[in-house]
């Protein structure tokens, strides 16, 4: 069993940056990627960011260049670093591991 807590989130104007962080617990060696995903007000989550153990990421296209995901092994910790922040970007962002586990969400808000 794998548990994820996120933080991090908060309203920000647009332009600005915040980081979100998801810390795992649990039997988090069997842990290959970490990723991000956002759900909008009357809109399907999506994806955002993935990074697997070995470094390797990949990003939606609408955040590419603002966004950067990263992980720490050694604190069992995955970051969202997310710069140039847009309106759009608001939404509740979701942590999740390739065990199929989910963390509860944390609100970013995007609004001067």
């Known amino acids: 069993q794998v548990q994820l807590v996120e933080s991090g989130g908060g309203l920000v104007q647009p332009g600005g940056s915040l980081r979100l962080s998801c810390a795992a617990s649990?039997?988090?060696?069997?842990?290959?990627?970490m990723a991000w995903y956002r759900q909008a007000p009357g809109k399907q989550r999506e994806l955002v960011a993935t990074i697997n153990s070995g470094g390797s990421t990949n990003y939606a296209d609408s955040v590419k260049g603002r966004f950067t995901i990263s992980r720490d092994n050694a604190k069992n910790t995955a970051y969202l670093q997310m710069n140039s922040l847009k309106p759009e970007d608001t939404a509740v962002y979701y942590c999740?591991?390739?065990?199929?586990?989910w963390g509860q969400g944390t609100q970013v808000t995007v609004s001067s």
């Open positions: 649990g039997t988090i060696f069997t842990i290959n990627v």
């Open positions: 999740y591991s390739s065990t199929g586990h």
